[in-house]
């Protein structure tokens, strides 16, 4: 089993990367939040994967975490009819903190917005993995109110989809625009910048 792959990143797109090692070159797929975290092409990666066997071809995935490609694993063996290519897309739509506490409230308008999945897809999402979400991933942080994402504290990220949130922003968009304000300003941006930037459209 390959758990990870370290090398160089030579290239990449949204849905896939290509690390180069000892000469050879693994074409990797990836959800865009995993993307959005990738070094520069050039530069060394490494990168959590699972690899999917079948009868005429075997297929590597990759995440940023541990605690991702251990959920997408969870997702394409315990959800029937979630299989590789649908668990990608789920996870491409929505970070891992904010896709588990719609499951854990039973979020099913949100998780019904990740394209390619239905009202009853996401019923059974949450009906097959509430029991499930907090061993792959954290508990809600303290104080934070149901339907909210539970992101790691004191960061500028929680903070601005905290924000956004209480704003009247669905969690899972809140989070969608607040990731793509970091991919623009950067990961050194301020709460106060990060909102700006959503408002601002």
């Known amino acids: 089993m390959i758990t990870s792959i ?7 797109t949204p849905l896939r990367a ?5 000469g050879f070159g693994y074409e990797v797929n990836i959800p865009v ?13 490494k990168l959590h994967t699972l690899v999917i066997y079948r009868e005429d071809s075997q297929t590597l995935y990759g995440f940023a975490t541990p605690e991702e490609r251990d959920f997408f694993r969870l997702m394409i063996e315990t959800v029937s009819g979630v299989g590789p290519k649908l668990a990608l897309t789920i996870m491409s739509r929505m970070s891992l903190p904010v896709l588990e506490n719609s499951i854990r409230n039973g979020d ?3 998780l019904s917005k990740c394209p390619g999945i239905g009202k009853k897809t996401a019923e059974r999402l949450v009906i097959e993995l509430r029991a499930k979400v907090g061993a792959t991933g954290a508990a809600p ?8 994402p539970a992101l790691d504290a004191n960061t500028p990220l ?13 969690p899972a968009d809140a989070d969608a625009l607040v990731r793509r304000a970091q991919i623009a300003l950067g990961s050194g941006a301020t709460t106060e910048q ?5 408002l601002a459209g």
């Open 6 to 12: 370290q090398g160089l990143l030579t290239e990449a």
């Open 18 to 22: 290509v690390v180069e090692l000892n």
């Open 33 to 45: 939040t995993t993307a959005e975290k990738l070094p520069a092409a050039g530069t060394k990666v």
């Open 108 to 110: 099913v308008a949100s």
């Open 141 to 148: 942080i303290a104080g934070t109110a149901p339907g909210e």
């Open 158 to 170: 929680r903070d601005a989809v905290l924000a956004l949130t209480a704003l009247g922003y669905k």
């Open 194 to 198: 990060l909102i700006k930037r959503c």
